[in-house]
C-alpha cells in the first residue's frame, strides 16, 4: 500500500508541476485551447489515442462487453483502431486542419456556424455539447472512483471527490498545452501498463490456451467470432464506438491544433499502432476476467451471483496482477482518464464561452476574459460531472452509449457532409443534427432499447439525412 500511495503521489505532483509550467506558457484563448496551433506528432497522437480511450473502455466497456462477448468483442478493438483511429486520421486530418484556417474557427460549432451560415445550428450544437458530455465524463469518474474503491479501499465518494478537485485542478492552470505535455508520458505508461497487464493474464492462467478452453467451458460462443448476444448488438458497439470519432469534438479539436500536415502523416501511424496495443489488450483481458472471476473468488463483483459489470474490472486488476506490478495498472488507467477528462472539459467549457457568451452575448469579450471565463467554467462543468457520477445513474457502458450516440447524432451528418460537398445546406444539416438526437433519445428513452442500438440508429439518420434534405431545399435562404 506504501508503494501505491508514494507512486500516486508522484504521478500527482509531476502533473501539478507540468501544470504550471503550462500556465505560464499559456497567454491568451488560443494558448489555453489549441497550444497556439503548434502541436507536433507525437503529442498530437498520444493526445488523441489517450482521448479516445479512458477508464470508460479499461473499467466499463473492457468489463461488461468482455463478459458478454468474449473474444468477438476484439471486432470492437479492430474497428476503434482501423476506423475510429487510422480513418479519421487519414480521411479527414489535413482537411479539418485545413477547413480550421480557411474559416479561422476554434470550435466544432463556430465551423459549423460559418460553413451553413446558421447562428440556429451553432447554438444547437454548443448546448448539445454541454449536456451530453456532462453523462460522458461522469462516467470516466465513475470508472476511476470503482478503481480507487478497489485498490484502495477507499470509499466511492470520497474517491470521486478527490478525482473531481484534482482533475480541476490540473486542468484549470494550464489547458490544452499542459494537456498535450503530460499526453505523451501517459502515452508511454498507457504502452508499458497494456503490455505489463497481457503478460500477467496469460501468465496467470497458465497460457493463452488454457483461457480459450476456460471460456468455450463456459460458453462455446464466447470464443467464436459472433459472442452470445448476437451479431446485431456487436455491429452496433463496433459502429458507434468507431464512427463516432468522425463527429466527435473532442477528438476533431486534436486537428485544429495540429501544426503541419507532416505531422498528420506521422501522427496517423503513431496513434494507429497506439490503438492497436491498448484496445486490442483492453477487451482481451475484458474476456479473461470471465475465466478468472466467480462469486467466491470475487464477492465484491458480484451481487445476488450476478456479475456487477462496472465492478468486473477493478477486481479483476486486483486478483489478478501482483502487487508489485498493480501501481504500473492503476497509473495506466488513471493517465487514460486524466487525458479524456482535460478533452472533456475543455470542449464543453469552450462550447459555452466561445460559442455562447463570446458568440452571441458578448461578442466583444476580451481575450484575457475569455480564457479567466474558460477556467472558471470547467471547474463548473467537473462538479456538475462529479454530481452526477456521485448518483451512479447507470451502467457506464449505457451512460457511455447515449452520449456517443448523442453526440454523433448531433454532428456526423452536418460535420462530414459539410467537410466533402458544397451541396449540403443548412436544412439538410439542422434536419440532420435535430432529427438524428430525436431518434436517439426517443428510442433509448421512450422505447427502452439500449443505448448503443439506439446511438447507432441515430446516428444513422443523422448522416442519411443532410444529403437528401438538401438535395430538394434551396442551397441558401
Known amino acids: 500500500m506504501f508503494l501505491k500511495v508514494s507512486v500516486i503521489s508522484a504521478f500527482a505532483l509531476m502533473i501539478i508541476i507540468i501544470g504550471i509550467m503550462g500556465m505560464r506558457k499559456t497567454r491568451s484563448f488560443s494558448d489555453f485551447f489549441l497550444g497556439g496551433r503548434s502541436i507536433g506528432p507525437w503529442m498530437t497522437a498520444f493526445t488523441y489515442g489517450t482521448a479516445y480511450f479512458s477508464a470508460v473502455l479499461f473499467i466499463g466497456f473492457a468489463g461488461k462487453i468482455g463478459w458478454g462477448f468474449g473474444y468477438s468483442g476484439l471486432w470492437i478493438a479492430i474497428g476503434n483502431s482501423l476506423i475510429g483511429v487510422l480513418a479519421v486520421w487519414w480521411l479527414l486530418g489535413n482537411r479539418i486542419r485545413q477547413m480550421s484556417l480557411d474559416y479561422n474557427v476554434t470550435t466544432m460549432a463556430e465551423y459549423l456556424q460559418k460553413r451553413y451560415d446558421s447562428k440556429s445550428l451553432k447554438l444547437f450544437a454548443s448546448i448539445c455539447i454541454f449536456v451530453f458530455y456532462i453523462p460522458y465524463t461522469a462516467a470516466v469518474f465513475m470508472g476511476l472512483s470503482y478503481l480507487f474503491q478497489s485498490t484502495f479501499g477507499l470509499d466511492y465518494t470520497l474517491a470521486l471527490v478527490f478525482m473531481g478537485l484534482f482533475t480541476a485542478m490540473y486542468l484549470v492552470m494550464g489547458g490544452y498545452k499542459s494537456m498535450t505535455m503530460i499526453d505523451v508520458v501517459f502515452g508511454m505508461i498507457m504502452t508499458v501498463g497494456v503490455a505489463i497487464l497481457l503478460w500477467t493474464t496469460i501468465s496467470k492462467a497458465g497460457g493463452l490456451a488454457n483461457i480459450t478452453a476456460g471460456l468455450a467451458a463456459i460458453n462455446p460462443k464466447l470464443t467464436q467470432a459472433v459472442g452470445p448476444p448476437g451479431l446485431w448488438p456487436l ?181 462530414i457532409w459539410g467537410l466533402f460537398t458544397k451541396r449540403a445546406n443548412k436544412y439538410g444539416a439542422l434536419a440532420s443534427s435535430i432529427l438524428g438526437l430525436a431518434v436517439c433519445l426517443i428510442l433509448y428513452f421512450g422505447y427502452d432499447m439500449p443505448s448503443p442500438q439506439s446511438g447507432t440508429i441515430g446516428m444513422i439518420v443523422s448522416l442519411a439525412l443532410n444529403p437528401i434534405v438538401s438535395m430538394f431545399t434551396p442551397r441558401r435562404a
Open 235 to 415: 455491429f452496433c458497439l463496433v459502429f458507434l464506438t468507431s464512427i463516432a470519432p468522425f463527429g466527435m469534438p473532442q477528438l476533431i479539436q486534436k486537428f485544429y491544433a495540429i501544426k503541419d500536415k507532416r505531422s498528420i502523416r506521422i501522427g496517423m501511424i503513431a496513434s494507429t499502432l497506439f490503438a492497436v496495443l491498448v484496445v486490442s489488450i483492453a477487451y482481451f483481458t475484458g474476456a479473461a476476467a470471465r475465466f478468472f472471476l466467480t462469486p467466491e473468488s470475487a464477492p465484491n463483483a458480484f451481487s445476488n451471483g450476478k456479475p456487477v459489470f462496472d465492478a468486473l474490472m477493478p477486481e479483476f486488476l486486483s486478483n489478478v496482477v501482483p502487487e508489485t506490478l498493480s501501481v504500473l495498472i492503476l497509473l495506466l488507467i488513471l493517465s487514460a482518464s486524466m487525458s479524456t477528462l482535460a478533452a472533456l472539459v475543455l470542449i464543453s467549457s469552450s462550447a459555452m464561452v466561445k460559442d455562447v457568451y463570446a458568440g452571441f452575448i458578448n461578442p466583444d469579450v476580451s481575450d484575457r476574459k475569455l480564457t479567466a471565463l474558460m477556467r472558471y467554467l470547467s471547474a463548473f462543468f467537473v462538479l456538475l460531472s462529479v454530481i452526477m457520477a456521485y448518483f451512479k445513474p447507470a451502467t457506464i457502458v449505457a451512460i457511455l452509449g447515449i452520449s456517443w450516440g448523442a453526440i454523433g447524432a448531433v454532428f456526423l451528418g452536418p460535420f
